[in-house]
Structure formats: structure tokens, C-alpha cells
């Protein structure tokens, strides 16, 4: 456990020079481009905080969203940004700067900024690695132009693909949730960014997959899937900063609960820095929630429970707190416990003696290494669900690449539906039509011609992502009818608030393709022509009948928002020049009517005698195909372990296709009999292996058994003794190699100090010979 870090002598000094006022401004934001554009829940109802200049005649805690509400150039902004923090520090009486937070969870959200693949996309890529790198390169951003404090990552473990937000988390498994979303944490602050995790907590459990719904996870539940991802980016990462989620648990709103904001997470955890209100969340308790009469008391229990800073802006914690220290309803000391956390991070920071002389005067935030990254983690993502042998297109071993090819599909022209709603180009650019992009997006269709060289590529849209219109859809037929292959590009297309078919309060009833785009691939497969379908969505979807209906499209990929080179990416796998590599971070669902459904579920989470409903997904966590093939054998672990102790399993994996390609290797585990039902199946540990055409590796895993701990009878967590089934596979559902282990001695109680991580080695082996048919 982290021990608190004291506050300076240097902040102890600040804070005691501090009138109440002062004080209070420290532990708010200001949003100073606010408007009634949709970017954040009920902003148009909500106080802005006045003129700015009377808004700050105290200091100011936080800058909201300086570059990430309108589109305005960067060196522009950041020539204002400097001049203000010089002027907070000349003007003010005691000279702090300002902290300035921003969105970045697919990169820095400001105008020419890189846009990267969506967090789904990060889960299905399963490369901890390299989202190190990519939060690395938007940290280096961030910390270009001033800001100091990014919103990101979410660690909301996926329950129910119904719920709009779902294209902003990893996975739905809450090991993977953490590896990643831990190593995004450690790039961003590695650059000298804070990150923010949220939405603290469970969040994504919401009724009916409804945001802002409440709800009703019990307390094992909470504790075994929704807070490790949280604890580990806190005791792993060091993440600085955590944001409360919206929503109520059990009847009582995060925003104002203290065994979670400080019982949990700073005595529990010893986390030591700053939590932050999600925006207006503070106010929300009286206008949502109805537990507080007035801002006031709204910001009395938020204090109370834990939460330092409201933002966006000063809505509660200013003019209403105020009354309530004077009235004697809040001691001024729990004021100062914020405060000092608050100019703690801007010392740790830096900002306490910044001078900011000079501001950046060429700023390129999608230079070559951003480029770079988002192509590789695009391509690493793209998700091969079925394949009778179409793809790839440019495959030498089956003769000459296709020389007419339709591309079809509403997603297939347009940059704007390779992106998630909190990119740039659909959080902010959707409210000012005829601004320009400012950043190089390829779609598909650009891409794929590019690729194919002298084929000739047609296009026809067919129909829109949304609505009934039918009308373009016989020319799609007739375009595939004479093509030799029609590659179909359906999908999502992010927004908020009802604006587009995913995004934050994009929740739906139904996980059909949004309008007519079902009829749109079952009418081009009706053709005859071979059909490649490119589904590039921010959910699942349930498209049954694509992966195993009788008339079905040749191959299907899947896509989550693969952002700016997506389209580049996606066309690299489609005509070979890269192999599929990426998996499911989330089972691709039956129906709607079968969610929520995680594959960490206990026997009768499952299909069974005992009901005619049938939750089986559709492909199941982990899958995913490659252009070649893999066997895995002789999986072996140490036939004992002590509770609370380690063990090793290894495997043997061979690449017997005759293509070099990447595998995933996913160690699983069943717990066959505990005090507390028990999951079926649950992953253990995971590593990327890429291999050349008959090349084996030996992948070792360090298990510790705390990756199998649980919250017993009394809510402890515990390791239990007992048998403990072991496998891999291409996926939680398939056991291609199999192994035993008995985890003896008496149950353990797991601590702060236990092992949180998997450890894995790669021994790579000399190639085989590939034997041919």
C-alpha cells in the first residue's frame, strides 16, 4: 500500500496565507469556452460561473477543456493559455497558476490533434505495451501545450453492450481492463500528465445498460469485477487523480459516498492524490439524485464523502459552500483537507514554479510517431470473426488479387465513422460544419484503392447508418453483381445525446445494425458475389446471422472506431499486407434480450436445462482468426501451490500455417468447487506471441493466486485451497490443451501487499517445416 504523501512545508504555507474564498477557488474549475453544445450531460442547464475575470479574482483550481470545446488553432490557444497563467500569477494575490485538464481518451481532444482507436480497441488489440506507448505520445502532447491533467483512461468493466459508453471502455474482463488501462496510465504520466481514472465506480452496471440508471451490483460483485481494474492502476500505475462515476449503488450516488471516496480508496488503497467530480456531479445529488435540498448540501456530501474538486465549474463548491462554512454546517478543516491535496499535485506538477515565459510557436500533435502509433494499434485490433477463405484478397497462393472490387456500405466513405464519440471530429467538429477535420483520415474506401493498385474499385453507399431509406440499396446489388468480391462497411456512427447510434447517452433497446443495414449485406450476399463484411461500430452487435446464417457474408471483420489510420488499417487486412491479430475483449451477443452477459459467469449464468433462454454468445470472449494457423500443446503447471503463493504453467505454441502472424495465447482457469459460486471460466494471464511459418515458442506464466482470489462468505477476500482446472485456446470457450493444479494449506486472506500481476516470458524456438496438404 502507498503510504500518504505529507503536504510541504511550501503548501502548508499557501494554505494558511488563504482566505475562505481563495481556498474555495482552489477547488474548482472554470469552463471557459461553455456553451450549450452537447458535450457534457445538461450543460445548458448548468451555471458556467460568470464572467471569467471575476471568476478567477481569487485563483483558480482547474482550466476546463481549454482546447477541447471549440476548434481553435493550437498555438493560438496556447499563446492565450500562457498569457493567463502569467497573468494568475502577476495578478492574483498569491500567484498559483492554474491546472488545466483536458480529454484524451483517444488522444488529446483539441483541433489537428492525433486521434487514436477507441479503448475497445485497445481490449481487442490485448498490447499493454504498446497503449503504453500511445498514452505516452498523447501525454507528450498534452504537456506541449500546457495541459496538465488528462480525463482518461475508463475503467468501467463492459456488463451490457445496450449501454451507449461502452466504445469508451476495454473489455469486460476486469484483468484485462486493468493491464491496459494501467499501462495507459503510466504512458500518459510518464509524459507529465495526471492521469484521471473513471468513472469510479461500476458505472458501466447500469439498469438496462440506461447511463446515469442506477445500480444494483451487490458488494462481492462491486469488489470482485469492478474496482481491481481501479486498484491496480492505483497500486501498479500511481494514477493521481480519480473521477466519481454518476450513477447511485444501492441507492446511494457515488458522488456522495465516503466508503468508497475515502474508505476504500485512501484508507483502503492509500491513494494520495486528488478526486475529481465528474461535470456537475456534485450538483446532480440535489437535481438528479434528490439527496440534497439545495447546492449547498449537495456540496456538503460531496466534500464529506471525498471529492476535492468540482468541475466543471464552480456550481456548488463556491457561492454555496461558502454559506455553509459561515452557518457553521462545514468546518473550514475539511476545506483545507482538499486544498492541500489540490496544491499538492500542482506542486508535484511543477506549476508551483512555472513562469511560463514563452509559449510554443510550433506545435505539430499528429506528427509521425502519433501516425505511427495509431496505426499499429489499429491494425493490431482489427478482429477476424469468420473467414471461408475470401481473405486475403492478395493472396498469391490462390492466383491473382480480385481486378473488380464494389465497396459498399454507409461507413465506408466516411472518416468520421472510424473515430468514437469522444474524438475531436464527433465530441466537438459535429457542432460547426465546415470547419476541417484538421488531421489526415483515409476512409476505407481511399484506403482499400489505394491498396489494390490497378483493381478497379466501385462504390456505393447503399444506405445510411440510420433510418429506413432504402432507396440506394438496388444499386449496391447491381455494383457487387459485377465486381469479383464486395467488401461492406456497416456500422456505428458516435455521438452524444442522441446524436448518432453510440456514444455517451446513446443507449439502445435493440443490438441490431442500426437502420437498414442488415438488409443492405443480406441483399449484396443475395447477389452471389463473395462479401467481405467491415462491421466498424463502438458495441457488439448481434449479427447471428452474419457468422452463421445460411446465406452469410464470406468473411466478417469487426472494428471498434479504429480511429485515424483505421481506414489504412483495415484495408491492410483486407488485402493480406498485414495478418488479423486482434480478439474479442467482449462476447458478441446473441440479443438484446440476453444482456447483460460476461463470460465470468457461474454455471447457472449460463445455458441450462433449467430455462429454455439461451445467453451463448455468439463468439465468445477471446476469439478472434489469423491468416494462419496455430496449435497449442503441453500445457503443464506445478501440481500444488499454497494458498496465497504462485505457480508456473507454461505452453508450447507453434505458428503451422505458412504465413508469419501473431497469436494470442490466454491462460484460463475454473475454481471447481468454492465457498462462493464461481465463474466457469476466467482468464488468467495473456500474451501476444508473433511467430514465422513453423516457428514454436514456449510461453511461461507466474501465476499468482491471488488472480483467483474472491470475496468469501463475509465479504473478505480469500484464496481457498481446492482443485483448479487450467487451459488454453483460441478463446474462454475452447480448451485445446489442458492442465490441473491443487492450491493447498489454509485459506488465505489477501492484502495490499499480495501480487496483483501475471508475469510471462516468451522462449521462442527453432522453426519446423511447415507440412503442406
Not at 472554470?30 to 450549450?36: A, H, N, P, T
Not at 483512461?153 to 463492459?158: G, T, Y
Not at 464494389?406 to 474524438?423: K, Q, R
Not at 491498396?451 to 433510418?467: K, N, Q, S
Request: glycine share 10%.
Amino acid at each position: 500500500m502507498t503510504t500518504p504523501l505529507p503536504a510541504s512545508d511550501r503548501v502548508h504555507g499557501l494554505l494558511a496565507q488563504m482566505t475562505l474564498e481563495e481556498k474555495l477557488a482552489q477547488l474548482v474549475g472554470f469552463w471557459v469556452d461553455q456553451s450549450d453544445d452537447a458535450v457534457a450531460p445538461m450543460a445548458g442547464d448548468m451555471n458556467a460561473g460568470g464572467l471569467y475575470r471575476d471568476a478567477v479574482e481569487h485563483g483558480i483550481g482547474h482550466l476546463t477543456r481549454v482546447y477541447g470545446t471549440r476548434p481553435i488553432d493550437p498555438v493560438e490557444r496556447a499563446e492565450w493559455l500562457w498569457a493567463e497563467q502569467r497573468r494568475l500569477v502577476a495578478e492574483t494575490r498569491l500567484g498559483i497558476p492554474a491546472l488545466v485538464h483536458e480529454e484524451c481518451l483517444t488522444g488529446l481532444a483539441a483541433w489537428k490533434a492525433a486521434t487514436f482507436p477507441t479503448p475497445l480497441a485497445w481490449g481487442a488489440s490485448f498490447d499493454p505495451s504498446l497503449v503504453e506507448q500511445v498514452g505516452a505520445a498523447i501525454g507528450r502532447s498534452m504537456r506541449e501545450v500546457g495541459v496538465h491533467q488528462g480525463l482518461a483512461p475508463v475503467l468501467d468493466v463492459i456488463r451490457d453492450p445496450r449501454w451507449g459508453r461502452v466504445d469508451e471502455c476495454i473489455a469486460e474482463d476486469p484483468y484485462v481492463v486493468g493491464t491496459i488501462g494501467t499501462a495507459y496510465v503510466r504512458g500518459l504520466q510518464d509524459a507529465g500528465v495526471h492521469a484521471t481514472l473513471k468513472h469510479f465506480a461500476a458505472y458501466s452496471a447500469s439498469q438496462a445498460g440506461r447511463n446515469h440508471a442506477p445500480v444494483h451490483v451487490g458488494a462481492r460483485e462491486l469488489a470482485d469485477v469492478f474496482l481491481p481494474p481501479f486498484e491496480m492502476a492505483i497500486r501498479e500505475g500511481g494514477a493521481r487523480s480519480v473521477m466519481n462515476s454518476y450513477s447511485e449503488i444501492d441507492g446511494v450516488p457515488v458522488g456522495a459516498n465516503a466508503a468508497l471516496l475515502t474508505g476504500l480508496l485512501r484508507d483502503g488503497w492509500g491513494f494520495d492524490g486528488t478526486v475529481v467530480s465528474d461535470y456537475f456531479s456534485v450538483a446532480f445529488l440535489e437535481t438528479m439524485h434528490a439527496v440534497a435540498d439545495s447546492r449547498g448540501e449537495a456540496a456538503r456530501l460531496a466534500l464529506e464523502a471525498g471529492i476535492d474538486v468540482e468541475l466543471p465549474s464552480g456550481d456548488a463548491y463556491l457561492a454555496p459552500l461558502a454559506e455553509e462554512v459561515r452557518a457553521g454546517r462545514v468546518p473550514e478543516s475539511l476545506i483545507d483537507r482538499s486544498v492541500l491535496r489540490v496544491l499538492g499535485e500542482k506542486e508535484e506538477l511543477g506549476l508551483l514554479d512555472e513562469t511560463f515565459e514563452s509559449a510554443p510557436t510550433a506545435i505539430d500533435l499528429d506528427d509521425a510517431e502519433h501516425r505511427m502509433l495509431a496505426r499499429q494499434l489499429a491494425e493490431k485490433s482489427v478482429v477476424l470473426l469468420t473467414n471461408d477463405g475470401v481473405l486475403p484478397l492478395a493472396d498469391p497462393s490462390r492466383g491473382a488479387a480480385p481486378s473488380r472490387v464494389a465497396v459498399i456500405g454507409p461507413n465506408a466513405d466516411s472518416a468520421e465513422a472510424l473515430m468514437g464519440c469522444y474524438s475531436f471530429v464527433n465530441h466537438v467538429l459535429a457542432h460547426h460544419p465546415g470547419i476541417p477535420m484538421g488531421i489526415e483520415i483515409p476512409t476505407v474506401r481511399a484506403a482499400l484503392t489505394a491498396a489494390l493498385g490497378t483493381a478497379t474499385v466501385t462504390y456505393e453507399p447503399g444506405c445510411d447508418v440510420e433510418g429506413d431509406d432504402r432507396s440506394g440499396i438496388a444499386a449496391a446489388v447491381e455494383s457487387a453483381r459485377r465486381a469479383e468480391v464486395a467488401v461492406v462497411v456497416v456500422g456505428d456512427r458516435a455521438g452524444l445525446f442522441g446524436r448518432g447510434t453510440v456514444g455517451e447517452g446513446n443507449d439502445v433497446e435493440s443490438l441490431e445494425l442500426p437502420g437498414v443495414q442488415r438488409e443492405l449485406v443480406q441483399a449484396v450476399v443475395a447477389s452471389g458475389t463473395p462479401v467481405v463484411m467491415v462491421v466498424v461500430t463502438g458495441r457488439p452487435y448481434a449479427i447471428d446471422w452474419a457468422i452463421s446464417g445460411a446465406e452469410r457474408p464470406a468473411a466478417v471483420l469487426q472494428a471498434f472506431f479504429p480511429g485515424e489510420e483505421g481506414g489504412t488499417a483495415l484495408a491492410d487486412v483486407i488485402s493480406g499486407a498485414v495478418s488479423p491479430s486482434g480478439h474479442l475483449p467482449v462476447s458478441l451477443p446473441r440479443s438484446a434480450g440476453a444482456e447483460p452477459f460476461g463470460y465470468l459467469h457461474p454455471i447457472l449464468g449460463g445455458p441450462s436445462e433449467v430455462t429454455s433462454a439461451d445467453s451463448t454468445p455468439v463468439l465468445p470472449f477471446g476469439h478472434g482468426l489469423s491468416y494462419t494457423t496455430f496449435e497449442r500443446s503441453e500445457l503443464t503447471a506445478d501440481p500444488e501451490v499454497t494458498a496465497g503463493g504462485a505457480f508456473e504453467a507454461s505452453v508450447r505454441i507453434r505458428n503451422t500455417g505458412e504465413r508469419a502472424a501473431t497469436d494470442l495465447v490466454q491462460l484460463y482457469a475454473r475454481d471447481l468447487v468454492g465457498s462462493i459460486t464461481r465463474p466457469v471460466a476466467q482468464l488468467l494471464g495473456y500474451r501476444r506471441v508473433a511467430l514465422e511459418p513453423g516457428e514454436e515458442a514456449v510461453v511461461r506464466f507466474r501465476v499468482p493466486t491471488t488472480r483467483l482470489a474472491f470475496s468469501g462468505l463475509d465479504l473478505t477476500r480469500i484464496v481457498e485451497p481446492g482443485a483448479v482446472e487450467l487451459w488454453v485456446g483460441p478463446s474462454c470457450a475452447e480448451r485445446e490443451t489442458e492442465a490441473a493444479i491443487e492450491i493447498v494449506g489454509a485459506v488465505h486472506p489477501v492484502t495490499v501487499d499480495d501480487e496483483l500481476l501475471v508475469a510471462v516470458e516468451v522462449e521462442r524456438m527453432p522453426a519446423r517445416a511447415v507440412a503442406r496438404a
